[in-house]
Every structure is written in structure tokens, then in C-alpha cells.
């Protein structure tokens, strides 16, 4: 299994990105897929999760940031809106597993990096 992330980048404050992540591998269209993402100096943080029953975010990032996917394409995307400066992180994509308080996934992508400058 392998998970792709892409779409990182320097943005600006306020501005927009858009992460995708492309499963190769295995069908994911029946398993929770989400991402997280490390701060330099900080331990990974859950971001956002989608899954049967629905979707999921940290508090950090609800009403910024949207998670959605394409089956047919076995693929996940996050946007991001409104960004913050705290929101720069390298992001991991995740993929199956379970989504109980938080997000457990089985495998782990690579990270794409996000910079958002103020």
C-alpha cells in the first residue's frame, strides 16, 4: 500500500490549499481515510478524518478546512481556507483503521509540506 500526498506549498495568510492524496495498493472506498500533521517542535495532531458515518475535524481546523474523497479514484483531498500561520505543518495522509475519540489508521503516506507566512 501506498499513500501520495501533494499540493503543498508557501501560501500566504489568508490564502487556500488544496492536499491530495492518491491510494495505490488497495481500494480504500470502504475505510476511513484522513490526514494529520507535524509542526516543527510539536508531536503529530489529527486534522481531519472522513469515514462511513461521516466526517471529522480538530477543533483547530473545523470550519476552515474540508475533507472529502473520490472513490473512483481512491484519492482524498483536504482543502484548506482562511490559513494561519500555525496551521504550517508537514501533512500526512492516513488510511484505513478506525475513527473512535480520534483517528487510528493503519497506513501512513508520505508528508507534504505547508507554509503559510504571515
Known amino acids: 500500500v501506498q499513500l501520495q500526498a501533494s499540493g503543498g506549498g508557501l501560501v500566504q495568510a489568508g490564502g487556500s490549499l488544496r492536499l491530495s492524496c492518491a491510494a495505490s495498493?488497495?481500494?480504500?472506498?470502504?475505510?476511513?481515510m484522513g490526514w494529520f500533521r507535524r509542526a516543527p517542535g510539536k508531536e503529530r495532531e489529527f486534522v481531519a478524518a472522513?469515514?462511513?458515518?461521516?466526517?471529522y475535524y480538530a477543533a483547530s481546523v473545523k470550519g476552515r478546512f474540508t475533507i472529502s474523497r473520490d472513490n473512483a479514484k481512491n484519492t482524498v483531498e483536504l482543502r484548506m481556507n482562511s490559513l494561519k500561520p500555525e496551521d504550517s505543518a508537514v501533512y500526512y495522509c492516513?488510511?484505513?483503521?478506525?475513527?473512535?475519540?480520534?483517528?487510528?489508521?493503519?497506513?501512513w503516506g508520505e508528508g507534504t509540506l505547508v507554509t503559510v507566512s504571515s
Open positions: 492516513a488510511a484505513d483503521g478506525y475513527y473512535g475519540s480520534t483517528y487510528y489508521p493503519i497506513y
Open positions: 472522513i469515514t462511513w458515518s461521516g466526517t
Open positions: 495498493g488497495r481500494t480504500f472506498s470502504k475505510s476511513a
